[in-house]
Protein backbone atom coordinates (compact mmCIF):
# COMPACT_ATOMS: atom_id res chain seq x y z
CA UNK A 1 0.00 0.00 0.00
CA UNK A 2 0.80 3.50 -0.07
CA UNK A 3 2.54 5.97 2.47
CA UNK A 4 1.76 9.67 1.32
CA UNK A 5 3.50 12.52 3.83
CA UNK A 6 3.16 15.41 1.06
CA UNK A 7 2.72 19.16 2.17
CA UNK A 8 3.05 18.30 6.06
CA UNK A 9 6.28 21.07 6.41
CA UNK A 10 6.53 20.79 9.55
CA UNK A 11 7.49 16.96 9.52
CA UNK A 12 10.78 18.04 8.80
CA UNK A 13 13.98 15.24 8.81
CA UNK A 14 13.47 14.07 12.17
CA UNK A 15 9.44 13.17 11.91
CA UNK A 16 10.10 11.85 8.24
CA UNK A 17 12.35 8.96 9.39
CA UNK A 18 10.63 8.46 12.19
CA UNK A 19 7.07 7.78 10.53
CA UNK A 20 9.31 5.65 7.83
CA UNK A 21 10.62 3.57 10.41
CA UNK A 22 8.35 0.68 9.31
CA UNK A 23 10.45 0.61 5.94
CA UNK A 24 13.12 -1.01 7.28
CA UNK A 25 10.33 -4.41 9.13
CA UNK A 26 10.73 -7.74 7.16
CA UNK A 27 7.16 -7.99 6.61
CA UNK A 28 6.45 -4.51 5.26
CA UNK A 29 3.94 -3.60 2.50
CA UNK A 30 4.18 -0.30 1.32
CA UNK A 31 4.85 0.30 -1.97
CA UNK A 32 4.32 3.73 -2.33
CA UNK A 33 6.56 5.87 -0.56
CA UNK A 34 5.71 10.19 -1.60
CA UNK A 35 7.72 12.67 0.84
CA UNK A 36 7.62 15.84 -1.04
CA UNK A 37 6.99 19.23 1.01
CA UNK A 38 7.77 17.43 4.22
CA UNK A 39 10.35 20.32 5.09
CA UNK A 40 13.17 17.35 4.57
CA UNK A 41 16.83 17.59 3.92
CA UNK A 42 19.50 15.48 2.24
CA UNK A 43 19.68 14.22 5.65
CA UNK A 44 16.33 12.71 6.27
CA UNK A 45 15.93 11.70 2.30
CA UNK A 46 18.89 9.63 2.62
CA UNK A 47 18.32 8.15 6.13
CA UNK A 48 14.60 6.68 3.96
CA UNK A 49 16.41 5.48 1.69
CA UNK A 50 18.94 3.38 3.57
CA UNK A 51 15.91 2.17 5.40
CA UNK A 52 14.36 0.88 2.01
CA UNK A 53 17.50 -0.06 0.68
CA UNK A 54 18.90 -1.92 3.71
CA UNK A 55 15.53 -4.18 4.18
CA UNK A 56 15.73 -7.58 1.65
CA UNK A 57 11.92 -7.78 1.92
CA UNK A 58 11.33 -4.03 0.56
CA UNK A 59 9.17 -4.07 -1.79
CA UNK A 60 8.41 0.29 -2.43
CA UNK A 61 7.76 0.76 -6.45
CA UNK A 62 7.30 4.15 -6.36
CA UNK A 63 9.40 6.92 -4.63
CA UNK A 64 8.39 10.64 -4.79
CA UNK A 65 10.81 13.47 -3.26
CA UNK A 66 10.73 17.46 -3.97
CA UNK A 67 9.29 20.75 -3.13
CA UNK A 68 11.91 21.18 -0.39
CA UNK A 69 15.24 23.26 -0.60
CA UNK A 70 16.66 20.85 1.68
CA UNK A 71 16.82 17.83 -1.30
CA UNK A 72 19.89 18.97 -3.61
CA UNK A 73 22.39 16.40 -5.76
CA UNK A 74 23.05 14.53 -2.49
CA UNK A 75 19.58 13.13 -2.32
CA UNK A 76 19.55 12.24 -5.99
CA UNK A 77 22.62 10.65 -5.80
CA UNK A 78 20.90 8.82 -2.94
CA UNK A 79 18.34 7.70 -4.86
CA UNK A 80 20.71 5.74 -7.06
CA UNK A 81 20.57 3.19 -4.28
CA UNK A 82 16.91 2.63 -5.19
CA UNK A 83 17.23 2.67 -9.08
CA UNK A 84 20.30 -0.21 -8.50
CA UNK A 85 17.86 -2.86 -7.16
CA UNK A 86 16.25 -2.87 -10.03
CA UNK A 87 12.42 -2.85 -8.45
CA UNK A 88 11.70 0.75 -8.65
CA UNK A 89 9.04 1.52 -11.28
CA UNK A 90 7.90 5.08 -11.29
CA UNK A 91 10.47 7.71 -9.56
CA UNK A 92 9.95 11.83 -8.72
CA UNK A 93 12.22 13.81 -8.57
CA UNK A 94 10.65 17.45 -8.81
CA UNK A 95 9.17 20.83 -8.01
CA UNK A 96 11.49 23.46 -6.66
CA UNK A 97 14.20 21.13 -4.72
CA UNK A 98 18.05 22.25 -5.78
CA UNK A 99 18.57 18.81 -7.81
CA UNK A 100 20.52 19.56 -10.72
CA UNK A 101 22.86 18.33 -13.43
CA UNK A 102 25.30 16.23 -10.83
CA UNK A 103 22.68 14.82 -9.22
CA UNK A 104 20.11 13.73 -12.56
CA UNK A 105 23.42 12.70 -14.34
CA UNK A 106 23.75 10.14 -11.72
CA UNK A 107 20.30 9.04 -11.65
CA UNK A 108 21.04 8.56 -15.53
CA UNK A 109 24.11 7.07 -14.96
CA UNK A 110 22.02 4.35 -12.64
CA UNK A 111 19.52 3.57 -15.51
CA UNK A 112 22.26 1.73 -17.62
CA UNK A 113 21.41 -1.52 -15.87
CA UNK A 114 17.96 -0.98 -14.43
CA UNK A 115 15.28 -3.03 -16.23
CA UNK A 116 12.12 -1.76 -14.29
CA UNK A 117 11.77 1.78 -13.87
CA UNK A 118 8.98 2.96 -16.28
CA UNK A 119 8.29 6.49 -15.36
CA UNK A 120 10.20 8.84 -14.58
CA UNK A 121 9.19 12.51 -13.17
CA UNK A 122 11.73 15.44 -13.53
CA UNK A 123 9.80 18.60 -13.68
CA UNK A 124 10.27 22.15 -11.85
CA UNK A 125 14.03 21.70 -11.34
CA UNK A 126 15.72 25.28 -11.41
CA UNK A 127 19.42 24.02 -11.11
CA UNK A 128 18.55 21.33 -14.41
CA UNK A 129 20.24 23.39 -17.16
CA UNK A 130 19.57 22.58 -20.67
CA UNK A 131 22.77 21.59 -21.12
CA UNK A 132 22.34 19.48 -18.44
CA UNK A 133 18.95 17.55 -19.83
CA UNK A 134 20.67 17.28 -23.05
CA UNK A 135 23.30 14.79 -21.72
CA UNK A 136 20.82 13.02 -19.43
CA UNK A 137 19.09 11.95 -22.79
CA UNK A 138 22.12 11.47 -24.36
CA UNK A 139 22.63 8.94 -21.53
CA UNK A 140 19.31 7.32 -21.72
CA UNK A 141 19.07 7.20 -25.37
CA UNK A 142 22.89 5.34 -25.57
CA UNK A 143 21.49 2.88 -22.87
CA UNK A 144 18.19 1.91 -24.34
CA UNK A 145 16.50 2.76 -21.25
CA UNK A 146 12.81 1.28 -21.02
CA UNK A 147 11.25 4.42 -19.54
CA UNK A 148 7.69 4.76 -21.45
CA UNK A 149 7.42 8.12 -19.56
CA UNK A 150 9.59 10.45 -18.95
CA UNK A 151 8.97 14.68 -17.78
CA UNK A 152 11.21 16.87 -18.07
CA UNK A 153 10.44 20.21 -18.31
CA UNK A 154 11.38 22.77 -21.16
CA UNK A 155 10.66 24.89 -23.27
CA UNK A 156 13.21 24.21 -26.23
CA UNK A 157 10.79 22.92 -28.95
CA UNK A 158 13.63 20.27 -30.06
CA UNK A 159 14.26 18.78 -26.63
CA UNK A 160 10.18 18.17 -26.43
CA UNK A 161 10.63 16.43 -29.92
CA UNK A 162 13.32 14.61 -28.95
CA UNK A 163 11.73 13.43 -25.79
CA UNK A 164 8.35 12.40 -27.14
CA UNK A 165 10.04 10.50 -29.84
CA UNK A 166 12.55 9.07 -26.89
CA UNK A 167 9.04 7.91 -24.99
CA UNK A 168 7.73 6.28 -28.17
CA UNK A 169 10.81 4.54 -29.48
CA UNK A 170 10.57 2.56 -26.27
CA UNK A 171 6.74 2.07 -25.87
CA UNK A 172 6.60 0.47 -29.34
CA UNK A 173 9.99 -1.53 -28.71
CA UNK A 174 8.06 -2.71 -25.51
CA UNK A 175 4.64 -3.57 -27.40
CA UNK A 176 2.70 -1.00 -25.26
CA UNK A 177 1.42 0.75 -28.36
CA UNK A 178 2.04 1.20 -32.05
CA UNK A 179 3.05 3.62 -34.78
CA UNK A 180 -0.26 3.38 -36.25
CA UNK A 181 -1.85 4.26 -32.85
CA UNK A 182 0.32 7.27 -31.72
CA UNK A 183 -0.22 8.69 -35.11
CA UNK A 184 -3.64 8.48 -34.53
CA UNK A 185 -3.74 10.25 -31.42
CA UNK A 186 -1.87 12.71 -32.53
CA UNK A 187 -4.50 13.46 -34.97
CA UNK A 188 -7.08 13.59 -32.57
CA UNK A 189 -5.42 15.49 -30.13
CA UNK A 190 -4.48 18.20 -32.94
CA UNK A 191 -8.21 18.18 -33.93
CA UNK A 192 -9.33 18.74 -30.36
CA UNK A 193 -6.99 21.58 -30.40
CA UNK A 194 -7.93 22.83 -33.56
CA UNK A 195 -11.85 23.00 -31.95
CA UNK A 196 -10.57 24.47 -28.95
CA UNK A 197 -9.13 27.57 -30.91
CA UNK A 198 -12.26 27.69 -33.33
CA UNK A 199 -14.80 28.10 -30.37
CA UNK A 200 -12.33 30.78 -28.76
CA UNK A 201 -11.89 32.68 -31.61
CA UNK A 202 -16.07 32.36 -32.14
CA UNK A 203 -16.72 32.92 -28.53
CA UNK A 204 -14.66 36.57 -28.61
CA UNK A 205 -16.09 37.81 -31.79
Do not use: W
Request: proline share 1%; glycine share 8%; hydrophobic share 40%.
Amino acid sequence: GPINLQYNYELNDRGVVGLLQVLSRPHCKLQEVRVQATGATDTGIGEVIDLIVSNPRSNVTLFSVGSDVGITDVSAKKVTGLVARNQLQHLVLENSCEVGDEGMLSVAEALKDNTTLTKLHCSSLEKFTAEGKAAFLDKLESYGSGLSELVISTQDGAMQARIKAFVEANRIRKGETTREELDREAYIEAMAQDLATDFLVDYHR
